[in-house]
Nanobody
Framework: QVQLVESGGGLVEAGGSLRLSCVVSGFASIDFNKAVLGWFRQAPGKERELVATIASSSNTNYEDSVKGRFTISRDNSKKTVYLQMNNLKPEDTAVYYC????????WGLGTQVTVSS
């Protein structure tokens, strides 16, 4: 059974930083290494949106509003994906979800990030 467990969310003041982690279990290493990993977020009353993705080649893609502030990375040996978030803004407030795409797609339950002004 595939499970994704996010951690690292919380309350932070504008301009602060947080580092999200997502540990994936139930995935064979060979499949994890080939998978595309991503972070999405959903703010109240809004649709879930892509924040960042990282491919098996470590190529990354970012939503425009987070470019230069957020960094996605992966550690295949730990089956973990990270999201370093710097210079956080109130509009970054949302539930952040981890995602893995291989033959199928799986989601974590999310971690709340709240940025106060």
């Amino acid at each position: 059974q595939v499970q994704l467990v996010e951690s690292g969310g919380g309350l932070v003041e504008a301009g602060g930083s947080l580092r999200l982690s997502c540990v994936v279990s139930g995935f064979a290493s060979i499949d994890f290494n080939k998978a595309v990993l991503g972070w999405f977020r959903q703010a109240p009353g809004k649709e879930r949106e892509l924040v960042a993705t990282i491919a098996s080649s470590s190529n990354t893609n970012y939503e425009d509003s987070v470019k230069g502030r957020f960094t996605i990375s992966r550690d295949n040996s730990k089956k973990t994906v990270y999201l370093q978030m710097n210079n956080l803004k109130p509009e970054d407030t949302a539930v952040y979800y981890c995602n893995i795409r291989s033959r199928n797609q799986y989601w974590g339950l999310g971690t709340q990030v709240t940025v106060s002004s």
